[in-house]
């Protein structure tokens, strides 16, 4: 039997600022937003290299007036339609110092947002955007996508319902090896503004993935980190942020842990990867094998966990995240989906603030309130991390 269309009225409308043709995270957004048919792309400003907008806006099927110069022109005109045809989320898949600018008006004109992480590139601009928030009736998401996959949602329960007992040690590090030689010399787009201060921050490894794995222990482990030292290099000659990194912290219930981000780490793709132990067992979860979760009772035998709809021995958060049957590989693509689905539910339901289910503007902070301090912090004392978010 055929299932009933949604009709198109019905569909979230989106926008989109960046992601142009050469861009790489726009088209997985795109990908990820398309993958329940909930929401429909309805406008862009995918670049501000006019050439690389119009391609875009054409392969993408956008309407000619409705494929903007600027962001600055695609809130205006936009704010100007009739409520049921203008966009109602703005994805800002932009490099970092136009995150909290774009965020904060597009607030204001009425739009929600969802952004890619981190949320600005300091900490003083994010709470900002956090306080205007407050007064909003918007919704904002960060696209930490990894918080979309099903057995990290699994991690996180593990841990509350005490399979580990109390939290003693959280490893959690993401090598890559992609910035190994000096891509951003050959003026490779992705290469260079993440290593550009004026467009990335005071940061490059660290806010660009480093932030993932602080993401991750935080959001598994239910702890907030709050005290850390940090060591931060840059091994190509000429870099001008850090390529590498690593820290040790220790969390509010009392566990010490090591994260390591690295970005030239030669031969690794995208090797995010969390353990957490406690006093009765501990438990392993890594992104490149995203559907198993490797259990650790002490004196017992491991076992693992697999991802799957209708999966025995899953919880109800991890079983509403996945969508095939167990041996069905899901992946990034479908984590992502995840956080489009919540958002678009959280846009019908007139939720405001923070989308259930979706990394918002407390996870912004936290995000950058770590970037701060692992960006000033020395190998040879703890400094305290703001107590914010």
């Given at each position: 039997m055929n299932q009933p269309v949604r009709p198109r009225s019905q569909k979230i409308r989106l926008?989109?600022?960046?992601?142009?043709?050469?861009?790489?995270?726009g088209a997985v957004h795109r990908h990820a937003a398309a993958l329940d048919g909930q929401t429909e792309l309805v406008c862009g400003a995918f670049s501000r290299d006019a050439g690389n907008n119009q391609r875009t806006g054409a392969a993408l099927?956008?309407?000619?007036?409705?494929?903007?110069?600027?962001?600055?022109?695609?809130?205006?005109?936009e704010a100007a339609l009739p409520e049921h045809e203008?966009?109602?989320?703005?994805?800002i898949v932009t490099p970092n110092q136009l995150h909290v600018p774009v965020s904060r008006a597009a607030i204001a004109a009425g739009f929600h947002v969802f952004c890619e992480k981190p949320a600005g590139v300091t900490l003083s601009e994010t709470a900002l955007l956090a306080a205007e928030l407050a007064q909003s009736d918007r919704l904002y998401g960060l696209a930490h996508t990894y918080l979309g996959y099903p057995m990290v949602w699994q991690a996180k329960q593990l841990v509350a319902d005490g399979v580990l007992g109390t939290?003693?040690?959280?490893?959690?590090?993401?090598?890559?090896?992609?910035?190994?030689?000096?891509?951003?010399?050959?003026?490779?787009k992705q290469a260079s503004w993440r290593t550009d201060p004026a467009q990335a921050g005071n940061s490059g490894c660290m806010a660009d993935i480093g932030t993932h794995a602080f993401g991750l222990a935080e959001f598994i482990s239910g702890q907030r980190i709050n005290q850390l030292c940090a060591e931060l290099?840059?091994?190509v000659p000429g870099r001008r942020l850090d390529d590498d990194g690593a820290a040790l912290f220790k969390t509010s219930g009392g566990a010490s842990g090591v994260l390591i981000a690295s970005q030239i780490c030669a031969g690794e793709e995208n090797a995010l990867k969390i353990r957490l132990y406690g006093d009765k067992g501990g438990l392993e979860w890594q992104q490149m094998e995203p559907n198993s979760i490797i259990v650790r009772p002490h004196g017992a035998p491991f076992y693992v966990l697999r991802a799957g709809a209708g999966q025995?021995?899953?919880?109800?958060?991890?079983?509403?995240?996945?969508?095939?049957?167990?041996?069905?590989?899901?992946?990034?693509?479908?984590?992502?989906?995840?956080?489009?689905?919540?958002?678009?539910?959280?846009?019908?339901?007139?939720?405001?603030?923070?989308?259930?289910?979706?990394?918002g503007i407390s996870a912004g902070l936290r995000g950058m309130a770590f970037i701060d301090t692992v960006s000033t912090a020395s190998s040879e004392k703890w400094q305290a991390v703001p107590d914010v978010g």
């Open positions: 926008g989109m600022l960046g992601g142009g043709e050469g861009a790489f995270i099927d956008i309407e000619p007036q409705r494929l903007y110069d600027s962001w600055q022109q695609m809130l205006d005109a203008r966009m109602q989320l703005l994805v939290l003693r040690k959280i490893y959690v590090e993401y090598p890559q090896g992609w910035l190994t030689d000096n891509l951003e010399a050959s003026a490779q290099a840059s091994h025995a021995g899953l919880g109800a958060e991890a079983l509403k995240r996945c969508r095939l049957p167990a041996g069905h590989p899901e992946g990034y693509l479908e984590a992502m989906a995840n956080l489009y689905r919540d958002f678009a539910n959280a846009i019908r339901a007139g939720e405001r603030g923070t989308p259930s289910g979706v990394p």
